[in-house]
């Protein structure tokens, strides 16, 4: 697969993760989905939520910061997966939160193709490492669960975002 600059510098962060990243790209080259596994716990952990919490979260985020760490939306679109640094999975502590990270392998489409239903990156990653901070992150699920118990649904809007001021999040 090629592409980019700007996918090379992607494509080269997310390999330096693996034990062998060649064997990670011929991975990305032979899957029909080009889906990779790659560690979790190396770079990076990976927090997921349900995409009822998953995607006001993310609103909530990218409302605050010019642009957030990697986020991941599984094939179903049932669980979000937030990209944070390495360690923040063996100390995380929450209900309703699935932990990777040292010890676990997580799926990851190739950065830059389009989503065929599967997979997906809702924010890829920039290829410079930047991740999402686990106290903003905190910070931004605490914000959304009070949304949501306000009477909020976190639905999708069409963006495929959970919109705070979006059809379905705030009831209308």
Same mark, same amino acid.
């Given at each position: 697969?090629?592409?980019?600059?700007?996918?090379? @510098?992607?494509?080269?962060?997310?390999?330096?993760?693996?034990?062998?990243?060649?064997?990670? @790209?011929?991975?990305?080259?032979?899957?029909?989905?080009?889906?990779?596994? +790659?560690?979790?716990? @190396?770079?990076?952990?990976?927090?997921?939520?349900?995409?009822?919490?998953?995607?006001?979260?993310?609103?909530?985020?990218?409302? @605050?910061?010019?642009?957030?760490?990697?986020? +991941?939306?599984? #094939?179903?679109?049932?669980?979000?997966?937030?990209?944070?640094?390495?360690?923040?999975?063996?100390?995380?502590?929450?209900?309703?939160?699935?932990?990777?990270?040292?010890?676990?392998?997580?799926?990851?489409?190739?950065?830059?193709?389009?989503?065929?239903?599967?997979?997906?990156?809702?924010? #890829?990653?920039?290829?410079?490492?930047?991740?999402?901070?686990?106290?903003?992150?905190?910070?931004?699920?605490?914000?959304?669960?009070?949304?949501?118990?306000?009477?909020?649904?976190?639905? #999708?809007?069409?963006?495929?975002?959970?919109?705070?001021?979006? #059809?379905?999040?705030?009831?209308?």
């Amino acid at each position: 697969m090629s592409g980019t600059a700007g996918t090379n @510098r992607v494509v080269e962060w997310l390999v330096s993760a693996a034990p062998d990243p060649g064997h990670c @790209r011929r991975e990305w080259e032979r899957s029909p989905d080009g889906m990779a596994m +790659l560690p979790a716990g @190396r770079l990076w952990d990976v927090l997921s939520v349900s995409s009822t919490l998953g995607y006001p979260t993310l609103d909530i985020l990218t409302s @605050r910061l010019d642009r957030p760490g990697p986020v +991941l939306s599984e #094939p179903d679109g049932a669980r979000i997966g937030f990209f944070v640094p390495a360690g923040t999975a063996a100390r995380w502590l929450g209900t309703g939160i699935r932990c990777a990270g040292r010890g676990t392998w997580i799926v990851v489409p190739y950065p830059g193709t389009a989503s065929t239903g599967g997979l997906r990156w809702l924010v #890829p990653p920039d290829g410079h490492g930047t991740l999402n901070d686990p106290a903003l992150f905190e910070l931004a699920l605490h914000e959304a669960a009070a949304r949501l118990a306000d009477g909020s649904t976190g639905e #999708p809007d069409g963006d495929g975002r959970g919109s705070p001021n979006g #059809p379905g999040f705030d009831g209308g």
